[in-house]
Structures are given as C-alpha cells and as structure tokens.
C-alpha cells in the first residue's frame, strides 16, 4: 500500500512536462547557470502532511545533485511555521521544480489534513472513516495514499477489487439475495461482497443473503441506529451519502463499523505549503 | 483554446483503466451482456458546467455503440434538477463508465462555476478573473478550460509561454530594470514580460523597466489604488495573493486589469451531479 | 471481467509493431495492393476457444475494411475440423496479420483447453478449479480470462485485490492469529483474507484466527480430508501445490472448495490453429 | 543480440505494475518497514537458465538497494538444488517482487531448456535448430534470447528481416521463380530469400530460382534426403512443420542444415525455480 | 514495406502536440466554430510527391469530418503548380493542421524528389540507388518510405536486420575471413553478410571469404572499376562514401551494382508546397 | 530554455529503438564482451556544435559505464579537425551507439552552423535571426535549441505561445483592427500579438490597431525600407518570406527587427562529423 515508484515517477515527469513545456522563461533568462541556492519549505497553516518524497522526487527528476531533505514525515501532524523540507544545490532547477513540487504537495497534505480532522472527531467511537472512488482522475493512489496518511482507511480501489451492488444492479438480478448470489459465484473466492440498502428491510434481506457488508445509504441516524442492532456484529455495517464535518459525530454514535465520505478527494482545500528561497549564491568562479 | 482530443482521450483511457483494473466485478457479474439502459445525467445544484464532451468520451471508449446526447452545452449557466446529458445504450458500459464520467464532470463543473461566481462579483469592474499554476497535476490543460468556460480568462499556461519575474529573479539580476532587460534579450519577441512587485517603488521601476505587465502581490486595496493612479494605463496591472471571494469586491474597485485567484483551480467543491439509471430493458431475444 | 479493450488493443498494437517492425518485406514484394482474397481460421484439434475477437483486432488494425466473421464464441468446445472465424478483405494485411493473431488465439486457446479438461476432471466433485499469478508477464489479464473462458474460476489478480499471508509472513507477525488481525487493520474491508498453512494446527489456528480462507499447502490427501472435517464449512478451503491433471481427482475427492493450478498459464501447450487462405483474387481493374 | 536493455525495463515496469498494482496488501500489513532478509533462488530441476538479468531487474526497480547476486550466468546448465542468485535487503521489496521475477526467470528457462534438450540430440549432426516467429506476444526479444541461450538459433525476428516466400506467395505471383525474381527486387540487398516448398518439384524449382534459402515443409524423412542430395550444398536446407523432440534424430539425419521448432517458444513448461527467503533480521532501531 | 499506420499515428500525434500544445491561439480567437473553408494544397516547385496520405492523416486526427483528398499519389512526378490534395470543411482544424501537414509532406517530398534525381542520373547504368542509416532520429521509416517513392532502395533499416562488417569489426575477428565466418555462425540464416574494404587486396579476400555483398568504401572510380573486373558478378558490389549528384555518373559508370547516398536523407531541403485557403464560407445560421 | 532531459531521454530511446532493434547484428557477432576501446568523435569541416549532451546521452544510455568526455561546448565555433568529445569504455555500446549518436549531433550542428553563418551576416545589422515552426515533426525543442546555440533567437514555439494573425485571419475578423481587438481580448495577458501584413497600408493599419509585432511578408527592401520609416520604433518589425543567405544582408540594411527563416530548420546540410575507434583493447583476463 506503499506507492508504485515508477508509475509515481511517470506521474511527476508528465506533470514537469506540463508545466515546463520547452522550458522556464524566466529563470533561464536571469539566473546563472552555476548559482546556488536554499529552498526552505515550510507549511503556513496548521495540518497533515502527505507527498513529501513525491515533492522531493520533482527536483530530483530535475536534477539528480540537488540535494532535498526532509524534516518531518508523510502522516505527521504539523504546526503553521513548521520546516517541511529542505533543497539545497543549483538555483535553477530549485526554481523551475518549485510549483509542482508543491502542487502535490498541497494538494495530498490537503487531503490528509481533512481526513485527520474527521478521524479525529470519530476518535470515541468505533466508527473508521473511508474514502471513495470519487478521486481525480489519474491520481486516485496518490489521493488513496493520502487519506492513509491522514489516519483513514481505503475502501476499494476501483471496480476491479471489491464488489459493491447498487439498487440498479439489484434490480436487475431479481433482488438482494439473488444478486449476492450471482455475484459469489461470479467473482474470486477473494473477494468480498458488499450491497447498498435504503432502508431496514433491504439490512435484513442483506443479512439473510450472506453479504459481507452492507452499506446503509442515505439513511437517517435513528434508521442507522436500527440497522446496527439488527445486525448485531453479523457483518460490516458502513454509513454512506451526504455525510459532512458538522453530521460526523452524530453518524459515528449510531454504532456503524465504517463512514465513506467522497469529499475527502472530491473536495479539498489545499494545504498552504510554500518554498522560501533564502539566498542565491553566485559560485565564485564566476566572480 | 479548445482542447486537442487526442490528449484528452489519453487522459480518459488512463482514468478508466485505474478505475476498471482487470473489470468491473459487480456489474460483469449481475447485468446480463444485453441488458439496454438509458441514463439521465442531472445536476444537483445551481451551478455552470464543464466537461461534458469529456464525459461522453468516456463512454465513447468503453462502447462505441453507446449514444450520448448532450442536452446543455459547456459554460451553460445550470438551476438544481436541469438534465445535462442523456446516454442510451447497453447497461454494462453505462454502469461501468458512470464513476469516471462524473468525476471528470464534477470537478471541472466545480471550477466552472467557482470561477463564474467570481466573474459575476465584478461584472461592473475593469477587472478580469485570471488563473494561475496552482492546478491538479497532469489536468491543467482540462482544468484552465474549465475556468474559461466559467467565464474567466488564463493566464499563462506554464513557465513556458510567459515571462513573470519575482523577487528572486530580481535579486540575482541585480534590479528590476537589469531583469526585464536581461530576460528580453533571452526570450521570443512574441512573449511579454510580467514584474512582481511588493510596494509602489517596485511598480515604477517596473513601469520605468517597460516591463508589459505588473503583479501588485500582496498589496492593501489602498496601495492598489494608488498603483492604478501611477501606471495610468500604461500597462497591465495584476493584483494577486490570497483573494478569495470576499475581498474580490474591494479589489476589483482599486481599478486594476486582472486579479488572478489560485482557489479557482487548488481549492475546489465539486459540483454535485449524479447519473440515474433510469429503467433497464433487457433485449427481447433473452428472453 | 471481460477485457478492457482500449488495453487489448495496446498489447495488439505491441504484437503486430514487434511482428510487422517496418514492413512485411514477403507479402508487400509479392501480392498486390488490391488483391482481395478470403481467409479461414479452423482448428485441428480438439479444445476449448479463447481469443477469437482479439484476432479480429489484429486485422481490424491493420485494415478497418476486412471484415472478420467469428462462427463459434469464446468459451465454446469445438472439434477438429471446426472453423473459427472467416476473414474477407485485401490480401495483404489478410497475410501480415495471420501470425500474430494465431500467436494470441493459440495461446488462450491453449490456456481454455487446459483449463476446461481440468474443470471437467472434477465435475461431480464441489471443488472449483482456480488459476493463480503464474502468468506470463504483461498478460495476465488475457490468460485470466482464458482461464474464465475454459470454465475456471480467477484467483486474485494480483498483490493488490486480496491478501495471502504465507509463512513469512506469519513468521515475522508472530503467529497466524497475529498476523490475521494485523492485516485485518490494515486493508479495505472490501477484501478477504487468506492464510497458507502447512499443517492440521495452522488449519485449526487460521480458523480461530478467523481466516476468510485457508489454503492447505502441498499436503496429502489424507490431511487435506482431515482438514475438510475440521473446518466443517465454516471458511473456504484451497487445495494448491504441485496439482496435476494426473492427481485432480484425488485431491478434489477430499472435499476441498478450491484448487488452484499454476501450470494452467505457466505451462501450456498451445492449441493447433491454422488460417487457410482459400483463394486470391486480384481485381478485375488490375487486368 | 543482445537485450536492448531500455525496452526489458519497460517490460519489467508493465510486469509489476499488473502484479503489484496499487500495492501488496499482505506485505505491507505485515512486514515492517524496516526487516531486513536474504533470499535464495535456486531451481527444483535439471535445466538451462536464461533470464537472471531481468530477474534482478525487478528487484533492482522495486529498491535500487536490494542487492542482487547472480550465481550461475544465463546459459549455463544447472542441477536440481544449485543456487541461481541471491538478493539481499529489505524485505518488502523482496517479497514483492519474488512472482514476477520467477514468472520471467521460469519461462526464459524452461524455454532455453528445451531448446538446450533439442540441441543436444542433434550434436552430431550438422542440423542447428532454429526457432519460429510462433513467441508469446510482446515477449519475442526474450524468448528468442532463451533460445540462444539454450543453444539455438535465431530464424528471422519478424516480417521485416528475411524475406520467406510461401504457397500463397508463390500462387501470387505465377510460380517459384517469378516470386523470388520479384522478392529480390523489391527488397534491400541485404535480406535474403527462403522458399516453402513442398516436394522435390518445388525444391528444384527454387534451386534453379536462385533462392537462398529453401523450406522443406512437412515432408517425409526421406524426401527431405533426397532433397539434401539434390541440392548438394548450393543452398541451406531448412526442415519444417511438427518436429518434436520425438522425431528430431531422425529429421536431422536426413542432412539439412537448419530445424525449425515452434514449439520452443509456443508449448514451453516453465522451469521450476523458487525463491526462499531465509531468516528476515528486523533491524535492531526497531527493537 | 508500406508504412505501419498506428506507428505513423503516433508519431503525428506527437507532431501535434509538439505544435499545437494547449492550442492554437490565433486560430481559436478569431475563427468561428462554424466557418466552413477549403484548402488547396499545391506545389510550388517540380519534385516528387511522398507523404499525402501522412497530411490527410493529420487533418484526419484533428477533425474526423474534414475530407482530404489526394489529386496525386505518392511517388508521383508533379509540375510546380500541380494540385496535390484538397481539404474541405469547418476552417479551425484546417488551418490548426496546415503547418504540420506541410512540415511531414515537404521534408518527405523533398527526400523522394534528391532520390529521384539520383536515380534518374543512373538509368542508363545498372547500378541501384541506395540509403543509409543517416536517417532523421525517429523518423526513418518515413524518410526510407520516401527514398522508395523516389525510385531508391533501400539499405538495411537498422543494425538488426543486415551485417555490415567494418574496418573495426575486422582488426577485432583478426582479418575479413574470420570475421565472415565468426559472423556467418552468430547470424540467423536469413541474413546477409556485407563488408567494407577499403582497396582491392579487400575486393579479394572478401569474395573468399564467400561475404554476400562488398562495399568499396571511398575508392576511386578506377579501382571501382578494377573490383567489378575483379569479382566478375559474384557477389554485389556496392559503393559508397561521399557520392553526391555531381559525382554519380562517373560512379555508376564504373559498373557497380549498388550507390549508397547518405544525403538522401541527411542533407534534404523540403520540397517547396503550400497549403492556400481559398475562401472561407460561415455557415448561415452564423449570420 | 534549456532542453527537458526526461522528453530528452525518451527521445534518445526511441531513436536507439528504431536503430537496434532486436539487436546489432554485426558488432555482437564480431566484438568481444569484454573488449575495450576508445572512441574519438571529431568534425571534417568548420562549424557549430549543438547536440553534445545528447550524443552523451546515448553512449550512456546503452552503457551508463561508457565514459562520454566532451572537449568543446555547444555554442562553440569548432575547426575542421577538432576534437568534439572523446568516449571510453567496452567496445560493443560504443560501436552500437555510434550512428545514433552522430545522426543527433550532425542534424544539430548543421542548424547551428547554418544559423551562425546567418547570424554573422547581419552582425552590424540591428536585425535579429529567429526561426519558424518549420522543423521536423517531433524534434522542434531539439531544432529549436540548435538554433539558439548557433547565436539565432527563437520565434514562438507553436501555435500556443504567440499570436500570428495572417491573412486568413484577418479577412474572417473583418480586418486587421478587429482581428487584434478580438485576439486582445481571448488570449492570455502574457501573450503578444504579431500581425502578418502585405503592404504599407497593413502596416499603418496593425500600427493603429496596436498589434505588439508587426511581420512585412515577402516585401521587397524597398517598402521594408518604407515600413521601417513609417513605424519609428513603436513596434518591432519581421521580415519574411523567402530570405536566403544571398539576400540577407539586403534584408537587414532595411532596419528591420527580425529577420525569420524557415531554411533554418527545413533544409538543412548535417554538419559532417565522425566517431573514430582509435584502438580496441581486449582486456587481459580474456587473453
């Protein structure tokens, strides 16, 4: 659950490529060749931090010598003001790298941070916040990564790795008991088998079907908290539709196992991250 | 200005294969190959859309025989319940294609609007709502087209086609003059020059400098203004750092050209939209 | 489950570059550019077959106007003698496409047929027969689905949709019920967890350790029938090490859920498939 | 002929990236960052080994650090038991990349042991044995390195390096003669031409045509003496169509030249070769 | 020996790209979405076409509904003036195309029409007008497309498919013979063996050595003239090192069979052709 | 303005791809594994070198062991027989990448070469060489940076980076005033508008409609002359269309700014350079 280094590194040269194009105007203009420089970067609010390597790999990428170091960890908590890292070496990659650099950066700190924060309101209960499959296209393990790093768990990846079965698909095969059954059948032995449910008689026919886990969707705390006793431990139990920072606390108190939240990636603030040049030293040869 | 395809199809292709991995288990498993659907996408909130096109290329790649129709047009104002687009067809690639389609939709809808509600706040200004760099890594062609979509203007598209010097460059060229000189000599005579100044000292050197444009960063409305009474007209004034859409206002009224706002694109709500199966037909030969 | 096809046409696009590299110097010195002939795919042994449409692609790349009519379905059993599919078009890249779309059919279809005789080995028995990650690499999503197409069941399709704890890993977690738990935490609960034991204990500790499945490694039939009883339904039971065509039967006669075969895709004997080109004709202009 | 070593990175990237995916749920639950471990490859059988290069590349893309040690060298002969390599270093690496490593290191070999097997049987005759374009698509580069390594020869690689003339060709064009004096015109001078014959008629024919090369095509053992006698040197001889190991004395003693084997490369079993990962040291900052 | 058309798609999609980046400016602020136009493209200069079907692929990729259509093929002879090919239908990606159309057209007519004129100088001798691998990084299997539509043939595509033994291949193998052999045994039977020899005491060992074609490498045309003499239709002889057009009768005259010409495609000017609007029509609706 | 290694990079491989192929025929069969050598690349005429890097990069990339040691910079003027850069190491990369090597670094420097003898030319001349997007498909960051290295400036790189309102343009607007206000107000501030003019009063027309460039399309000197009067410096002022070396200096006596020509880069004669292998070493243990 680590991230895939050479798919991260494709990932980050397209993004260079994006925003460097046949190359930076202005810093190949004015600065020398041989000037050095430090970049401290440092984090303006307080927050998660997540992206870390991937913002040290954006210089690397742009040159191997420049040296990234950094001072705090992927996950860890920090303050407004705090150093996040630091780069030392030549003044023009530093500068050409700075804004992707940080565009990963903010954007996954961003993520953990949100996810931290409704980790931490759930913490009395015993409730786990997951994410979705709402992430931004071609980012979703960096932004899955992200939500780990905030203290959430992943719900599946993607189609491919977990079975959820919709009111559309139940339709379709005949019912709740039918449709798990096809899908056991169906699918590996890997596998498990979740299905979403609008209301109490959905959770019980859901039980009856052997599901592995049932998402109650939509539903109101009171429902929420009827479906958890009915349930009684059985299965997994996960709230899902519309939950926010304000309705959190009072989803976790209905007892369920699991809370997807689609803002966690779908709407995010960025974190204020920033890259502070604190002096360009020109090498004295060219003096 | 309008998007080269080919690079938007490999973007999408790229977000169904991390979505649809090895195959959709749910739906492969309970929606019979020739089950025909129709889906009717409608939008939740007021808001303006983007992204459409894209969204029907999505289930374009998975079905060709799919049909979507389009019933709003990108950069259309939308109300809460207004029907964007329709798509007929086999229920599997409709099912399968749903979570990428909307995600692309979403988010740039997301911006779309964003960036029109800033566009509205200064209608009866001079100013323009610009962009910046601080886009999603990888979707920045996408998410600049957004933001024109909902009205706002890009600026520069990465380091490559414009020049905007800042405190750093200006240090190591020794003064703004010595840097808007050193960099005319180095770039195309079809790009311009752009200056970041801190404080009205630094607007006349620019405008002394004959650079094209200057950014007025982190200014007070009041020193804007004066600003604005220094140039008188003779080149673009920006104004930039941390306005969001409260301050918006008191800034456009200092009288300067462009604001740019890097929320418009790091900082954003997705628009919420669904897509709703409406009634699945299965073919009558199956029967 | 089925293929995405904007990935099979990559891998089609890879065969026939690697295949066709600048030219076919044989068919473009000899059979003129109109030369329209027809081509028939039959089989010349028994089997089961996989991969017709992926033929179909190959042609359809290199000429959209050859029209490729498949006369039996993926999955189907046919006879020696049995034709395929029928290719009717331009001579030429009838001829260019011939072996690479022979390369792909033959081998899935080789895959199917192997599959399908084991499935059938085991019909009055309750195990399933299930391939493993013992694939060629950069195909495996095409062998697994030739390994659905011969009637077997996919196990997890790789590192990333389903856990396996072997014995290093439960060395290093402390024990089987650590190690269980300890993943348990740690993965999407959309996934289940397997635990491979050697012995009648690790059955009994992967059971207590509430173990999703235990997979019974390389031992005897006795143990396995032993360990059958044991678990007395409560989890999945896998049947895997050294399984052949030759002691299928025995091991599935213990009463094993599944059994798994890494020699359906690493070890195969392609299925015998020619295309005969009935007759060209060249066009009656050329004359 | 030599790998090109840029395109089998490539290869390995898509290789892990299937398996890997968005990463090994088991290994990253259970083992720690930090264990450190050895492991040991050594092979379960008799054969010829091809492929520990691309085996130490996987490990070597997954953690530049593991540190891979080849024991035997790709064409060497081994014994069941010998120890092909060694890898030592962080254990999550290792794990991770143990399956794709062996599905490469497998299939090259079991590919370069049956080549070896066939090339042994015919030491004393003057026959080399070749191999086809019939290779696991994509894969063509290594599998015809397995072959060298196992002692055989290359046929050409593709359409694009030798020109070989076949009964359709031949129809095409009028004759024998008429298809190879057009062949020898159309292509580079540096190519040369083999014809598919299919009796004495036919070798005669191309004999007198002039073609370089001439395929006996599933002809009887002893037509194809009579065919060695009649051509008496001038030209190679290349024997074809379902020689296996069973018949392949006898093939060669007729005195062609060259035996080509599908087979080698579309009917192989794959070697069997484990990885052992001997003691994991969890590093002692740890304890 | 036609070109490979996902390859050839790939490299103009690139093309675009490389031009058209995030789009045209010009073209997407002043043309109207609706403005139907026509496109002549003509030839101001007398040459030899190759590439329209490349420059209608082009237009084909940026708007599938603009219908290109040859008025000659490639290969063929035209007078300045001549019409190749017109465009019709909406004028965006008309004019967004026109300058990568041209760039591929004009270079690759450019290549045909200096291979033409090379080949028309030798008509009356019997010597064929050859290539090298002097070819444009990426681009060589359109400039050797080209060579072909010129008249020319082609040398070897690559180091791959054709032996070329040099001065330095031969001090390494210890003299010509031995490198011959060494190489003979190393090489797939399909190939051939070429040798470069710098004076006639070379002429003789190679035709002993039994090479398969010899190239004189810079000698005069008298010892040319010797070494046809010499080998006496044997072998073919080929000549080569600074041949240009002033020089090349005298070449040919001396009897060799093959003219190797690095310029051909090292030192090209493009052919002279430009595409015309001839009006632009905006649809009615427009007005 | 630099070149963009990664794009660089995947440059490189794909040339070396397309070279290579399955492998160098000749220097496997014939050079020794371990045999050692050193390579001396030195130019046969006086020029401008651009490309060094790059030709680096090769040997490296076939062999990060191959020692790439340059002797002169890009940029420089170099003699007919300097040395350019030497490279040692194992024989086999080195022979291997030579071509590909040299293919980049002659194209290069044969634009450089050409671009400084334009450059030289109007030394005394107020005008500026610039180039156009006539450059070959695909290697226009290359073509681009030879032209900067041979003293030339570069004009827009594509269509996205600069306005160039010509004639089709302008007619579709309704004139050159309201092409320029309609362009002004689509396009990003950062951008300048060039307006491509036919006679004097186009000239006096952009000048009113304050276009920032002005280009004087195949004017004679003459009313170039009268251009330059008429403008007095407001705007800068492009000489185009048809400009060889011969006409230049009559160019540039008009007082234009820039003189842009497309021969630069579309019709070019590759700088003749050579790699010598001085020796080649057979290391000792093979001995």
């Known amino acids: 659950m680590e991230l895939f280094w050479p798919e991260v590194k494709e990932l980050v040269i397209r993004a260079l490529h994006e925003d460097l194009g046949q190359g930076d105007l202005t810093t190949m203009s004015l600065v020398p060749a041989d000037a050095q420089t430090r970049g401290i970067i440092h984090v303006k609010e307080d927050g998660v ?9 954006v210089f690397e990428l742009l040159d191997p010598a420049l040296c990234f170091t950094a001072r705090v960890q992927d996950g860890d908590q920090v ?30 700190s961003g993520i953990a941070t949100k996810t931290s924060r409704c980790v931490e309101l759930v913490t009395y209960y015993q409730a786990r916040i997951v994410d979705t499959r709402k ?26 790795d977990g079975v959820l079965i919709k009111d559309n698909h139940i339709r379709l095969a005949g019912g709740i008991k039918q449709a798990v059954i096809q899908a056991r059948q169906a699918i590996s032995h890997t596998v498990k088998i979740e299905v979403e449910v609008e209301n109490l008689a959905g959770v019980a026919e859901a039980l009856e079907a052997k599901a592995d886990v049932i998402m109650l969707d939509n539903m109101s705390a009171e429902t929420m908290k009827e479906a958890v006793h009915l349930v009684g431990g059985q299965v997994l139990l996960e709230a899902s539709g519309g939950v926010c920072e304000e309705s959190l606390v009072e989803v976790a108190k209905t007892g369920v196992d699991l809370i997807s939240i689609g803002a966690l990636t779908h709407s995010v603030r960025s974190l204020d991250i920033s890259l502070d040049v604190e002096s360009i030293k020109i090498s004295e040869q060219k003096n």
Do not use: C
């Open 79 to 108: 303050k407004k003001g705090d150093v996040l890292a630091e780069v030392n070496g030549l003044a023009r990659p530093l500068l050409i790298g700075e804004r992707v650099a940080l565009n990963f950066l903010q954007r996954l």
């Open 135 to 160: 992430t931004t296209p071609g980012l979703r393990a960096l932004e899955k990564y992200a939500v780990r790093m905030g203290g959430g768990k992943n719900h599946r990846f993607g189609l491919y």
């Open 49 to 57: 931090i997540a992206g870390l390597r991937i913002a040290g790999l």
